[in-house]
């Protein structure tokens, strides 16, 4: 049975009319046979505020020339804005297992809504580039726990026939608002400052925040969990090091500098050391990102599929642009609305694939998904000066199609075998797994376009850039075809 719980005045819960209470044991119920209101409720609030927080991850992409200019920085310093939104990410997600195991639903939302807001209102009128730096990592913050609330309630209350027409709502979220925010950001930058790119997105935060406050009710029972410091630690040197060390290889004329290696080296030795301490962790039930969730096969290959497609969706949102703006000489506003068809499409396929997948299963649809994403990315290698932005469009439409068909099955396959204890775990491993890719993605075809440029001119190092992405989109056709349709853990166990 599930257990709903409502707030009292006092801030304790109590099981909503009709439910059931269970034990307290931490474990998120299973989900019912059928969606009640408050769980519709609970889900739409959790959309619109994820939608919300995610638009911004990519909102600066378009604005970083502007930045530049505004702020006085070169190039690589004005790209930590982005890069160091993913890192900020990518470190506070694997906490978030513990976060949602030992908070209510609202005081994780309070506190995810009200990192956002705040550091949106600190952008708005920050001085300088530091302060707004430091802005947009009190941003990530919010933004990286609001993504595993929303997963892992949508495992709870959603009935497993259900999962994948749910899911295809949420990819609108992951997948569609990345890819609107440089058209958000070229349509502000036309009119307005820089800075009213947060000052349009802090009433609708704001909004967010008290529309689940009214209306947000808790989702089942906290518990007291230990948090091990150590590992919080080590993810910023692993998670950190990596993305940092890949951003720097291409940085200089003359290769790869003492500072890049380094930065690799100490983040795969402290990757490293963080898988062992939450291996050792899982013996004492009390690990910071328990890995058992990889002991599901499906689990593992979505993981692998999600990294790949993320690699390309960031890739792709940076790339274009540059292309757009460096090589065509389009401006913001003409770039945003370039890009729009292809966020639109992504948006209104994401309900009808997932309708599709409770037919038919992953198999079909990621296939089809991969095979479309590496031809639309070689075409994309393909692009020179003279190539007609009508085309680079369609090429646009084509490749978010392929993720549309890639973003549903993946997480609906990979986290449906999950036993309730590994929901947030797995929902956290997934969501970490996506900003470190993201980021590794968008640093390094950035680093082979600046090098190549540098010798060859923009062209060569645009289509050296998209036929790195191409290659790697290839591993995504080997996975796609592994995935099978998985059992919820209600069901069985056989998915492993």
Partial sequence: MSTEVSPTAGGQSVPVAGTVAEPRTGTPPAAPEKMSRESVTIISTLLVATFVVILNETIMNVALQRLMVDLRVDAPTVQWLSTGFMLTMAVVIPTTGFILQSLTTRAVFMLAMGLFAGGTALAAVAPGFEVLLLARIVQAGGTAIMLPLLMTTILTLVPLAKRGAVMGNVSIAISVAPAMGPTVSGLILEHFTWRFMFVFVLP????????????????????????????????VPAFGGLVYGLSQIGGGQSGPGAAAIAAL?????????????????????????????????????????????????????????????????????????????????????????????????????????????????????????????????????????GLALLFTPAFTTGLNPLPPHLYSHGSAIMSTTQQVAGAAGTALLVSIFAVVSATSGLVAGMSAAFLTATVIALAAVVLSAMMRKTEGAEAGRGAH
Wanted: aromatic fraction near 8%; charged fraction near 10%; hydrophobic fraction near 60%.
């Fill in 204 to 235: 609708v935060a704001l909004a967010a925040l008290a529309i689940g406050a009214k209306f947000l009710t808790n989702v089942g029972e906290a518990e007291k969990t230990k948090l091990d410091f150590f590992s919080v630690l080590l993810t």
């Fill in 265 to 401: 080296v100490i983040g795969v030795a402290a990757l490293a050391v963080f898988v062992l301490r939450q291996v050792r962790l899982q013996k004492a039930a009390a690990p910071l990102l328990d890995l058992r969730a990889f002991n599901f096969r499906m689990f593992t290959v979505s993981v692998l599929l999600m990294v790949v497609a993320m690699m390309a969706l960031f890739g792709g949102v940076i790339l274009l642009p540059l292309y757009l703006q460096e090589v065509r000489g389009l401006g913001s506003l003409e770039t945003g609305l370039a890009l729009l068809p292809g966020g639109l499409a992504m948006g209104l396929l994401g309900p009808v694939i997932g309708r599709a997948f409770d037919k038919v299963g992953p198999l079909p649809l990621t296939v089809t998904g991969s095979v479309l994403m590496v031809v639309t990315l070689w075409q994309f290698s393909m692009l020179d000066a003279g190539t007609a932005v009508w085309w680079i469009i369609t090429l646009h439409v084509g490749l978010s199609f």
